[in-house]
């Protein structure tokens, strides 16, 4: 028997003998390894479920992660999770929003088939006066959850693509010429938030706190802070948010700053370069992105669409060939050792001789990456004979190999660390501790978007990231057809 209405430990509850384990980052709970460990689950939601919507992919991601089996759903926005009381189960109108929201979570978890996913409806109700009163929230289930997680988020929550953030120089300013253009009498301070709290939870010459239902719980929080440090309590002032009704499926249903980036991915950042020594009538894109972000995946996306496609791979195994322009250079330089029997480079060996020795990849990026380049020159002109208008290089090392100076455009591909950590784990093996240290080995998403011109993402499901790359070639076919010069 398992009652809904009363959680030991809303986060994670685990048996002991699998305790301690690792944070996870999309749900309030343990991840224990890449490979699921319990047999069932209980996912209890307590967002509101217009901002919950676009959240919803990696939740269910997360939680196939631990579960293998049967996953139950309990519904329940806006319980609090904060504070040692215990929180209680409330019905939830059965509204069109309700009804939609759980047709939403079915279709989005067939994307995990070895999950049994069921969707209590036990606190579910109808206004219907004909129907019988909510029944216990105690109830059997076939398969009593071994674990419990949540979604709820500390303050301390990752925003949704902080890599097309605005600067916050950029914030102030235009939030300073509003309020003055709006009220010149107005008189404000802005501060910049150092901790979850800020000044709301130290400042005494405050009053009250202006919150939404999504930040209520956080002032809660903040309040708790005040009162363990001998301040007064704030009057919580709670407003609406602002509907946005031109949102996706993907996005959030209100009006925020999420969807304005969200929005960005596929769109022209900043002018295009002007290459007049690529070869006339070619339009060169630069795609890059750190390890685990699906750029391979875009640029097969960008194949389908007309592109050509050049894999800077594949170049490189071309390269190191016996027969390739780099293999003698690279024996004499690292030694005979790190060849096969047959005389094939090992680049397992070799990889693990210059892997965390700067020296070392220096003298063998000096000699890999102007012939890598040199093929891919010789790629263009097979593009061009094919008669194709775009290509497209494929380069995880695009940006530190010095080859944004033959694109016309710098194209990367970006997805939070924790999704690439679990991505890389999954598709190369790899531990955890290994994942994080081939990505500490390469150029930051951020570092990347700040030379790009054109940013996407593969964080959703697959036909959304379909839809972006369509929305970039689109654009990318009007600024040629406007600017054919730029081919040149």
């Known amino acids: 028997?398992?009652?809904?209405?009363?959680?030991?430990?809303?986060?994670?509850?685990?048996?002991?003998?699998?305790?301690?384990?690792?944070?996870?980052?999309?749900?309030r709970g343990w991840c224990l390894g890449s490979m699921a460990v319990f047999q069932s689950g209980l996912l209890v939601l307590t967002?509101?479920?217009?901002?919950?919507?676009?959240?919803?992919?990696?939740?269910?991601?997360?939680?196939?992660?631990?579960?293998?089996?049967?996953?139950?759903?309990?519904?329940?926005?806006?319980?609090?999770?904060?504070?040692?009381?215990?929180?209680?189960?409330?019905p939830v109108q059965a509204t069109f929003e309700v009804l939609d929201f759980i047709a939403h979570l079915y279709a989005g978890?067939?994307?995990?088939?070895?999950?049994?996913?069921?969707?209590?409806?036990?606190?579910?109700?109808?206004?219907?006066?004909?129907?019988?009163?909510?029944?216990?929230?105690?109830?059997?289930?076939?398969?009593?959850?071994?674990?419990?997680?949540?979604?709820?988020?500390?303050?301390?929550?990752?925003?949704?693509?902080?890599?097309?953030?605005?600067?916050?120089?950029?914030?102030?300013?235009?939030?300073?010429?509003?309020?003055?253009?709006?009220?010149?009498?107005?008189?404000?301070?802005?501060i910049p938030l150092l901790d979850p709290y800020g000044p709301a939870g130290s400042d005494p010459s405050l009053e009250?706190?202006?919150?939404?239902?999504?930040?209520?719980?956080?002032?809660?929080?903040?309040?708790?802070?005040?009162l363990e440090n001998d301040l007064e309590e704030l009057a919580l002032y709670q407003i609406q948010l602002v509907k946005d009704e031109s949102h996706e499926q993907h996005e959030e249903e209100k009006v925020s700053s999420s969807n304005s980036r969200q929005r960005l991915l596929g769109k022209l950042l900043r002018p295009p370069n002007k290459r007049p020594e690529l070869p006339s009538g070619l339009y060169v894109i630069g795609l890059t992105g750190i390890s685990g972000s699906g750029k391979s995946s875009i640029a097969q996306r960008l194949k389908g669409l007309g592109a050509f496609v050049i894999d800077s791979d594949h170049l490189g195994h071309r390269a190191y060939?016996?027969?390739?322009?780099?293999?003698?250079?690279?024996?004499?330089?690292?030694?005979?050792?790190?060849?096969?029997?047959?005389?094939?480079?090992?680049?397992?060996?070799?990889?693990?001789?210059?892997?965390?020795?700067?020296?070392q990849m220096k003298i063998l990026t000096d000699i890999v990456w102007p012939v890598i380049a040199k093929l891919a020159r010789e790629e263009m002109d097979l593009a061009v004979?094919?008669?194709?208008?775009?290509?497209?290089?494929?380069?995880?090392?695009?940006?530190?190999?010095?080859?944004?100076?033959?694109?016309?455009?710098?194209?990367?591909?970006?997805?939070?660390?924790?999704?690439?950590?679990?991505?890389?784990?999954?598709?190369?093996?790899?531990?955890?501790?290994?994942?994080?240290?081939?990505?500490?080995?390469?150029?930051?998403g951020q570092q990347l978007v700040d030379q790009s011109h054109v940013v996407l993402s593969t964080l959703w499901e697959p036909h959304v990231t379909q839809l972006q790359v369509e929305k970039a070639w689109n654009l990318l076919q009007k600024r040629i057809s406007k600017t054919p010069q730029a081919c040149d």
């Open 208 to 226: 009250f706190l202006v919150v939404s239902e999504e930040t209520y719980r956080g002032g809660m929080a903040a309040n708790r802070f005040r």
């Open 321 to 359: 060939a016996p027969s390739g322009p780099a293999y003698q250079p690279v024996v004499e330089a690292f030694g005979t050792d790190i060849l096969h029997k047959d005389g094939i480079i090992n680049r397992k060996i070799l990889g693990s001789r210059v892997f965390g020795n700067k020296k």
């Open 47 to 90: 967002t509101p479920l217009a901002s919950l919507a676009p959240r919803l992919a990696p939740i269910l991601t997360s939680a196939a992660r631990l579960v293998n089996h049967t996953l139950y759903v309990h519904l329940q926005p806006g319980m609090s999770l904060e504070g040692p009381a215990q929180p209680q189960s409330s």
């Open 109 to 190: 978890a067939n994307l995990h088939r070895h999950l049994d996913v069921r969707i209590l409806l036990t606190n579910i109700q109808t206004k219907s006066a004909f129907l019988p009163p909510l029944p216990s929230s105690v109830q059997n289930l076939a398969h009593p959850p071994e674990v419990v997680l949540t979604d709820f988020q500390t303050l301390d929550g990752s925003k949704l693509l902080p890599e097309l953030l605005q600067p916050y120089a950029e914030r102030v300013e235009h939030l300073s010429e509003f309020l003055v253009d709006i009220k010149p009498s107005l008189t404000f301070d802005i």
């Open 385 to 444: 004979a094919e008669g194709k208008d775009v290509c497209v290089i494929d380069a995880a090392m695009l940006l530190e190999a010095g080859w944004q100076n033959m694109v016309h455009e710098v194209w990367t591909v970006v997805i939070p660390e924790t999704e690439a950590v679990r991505r890389i784990v999954e598709r190369d093996g790899l531990s955890e501790a290994a994942a994080q240290s081939r990505l500490q080995s390469q150029m930051s």
């Open 1 to 27: 028997m398992f009652g809904l209405s009363r959680f030991p430990y809303l986060g994670v509850v685990v048996p002991k003998a699998v305790l301690p384990g690792r944070r996870s980052g999309s749900l």
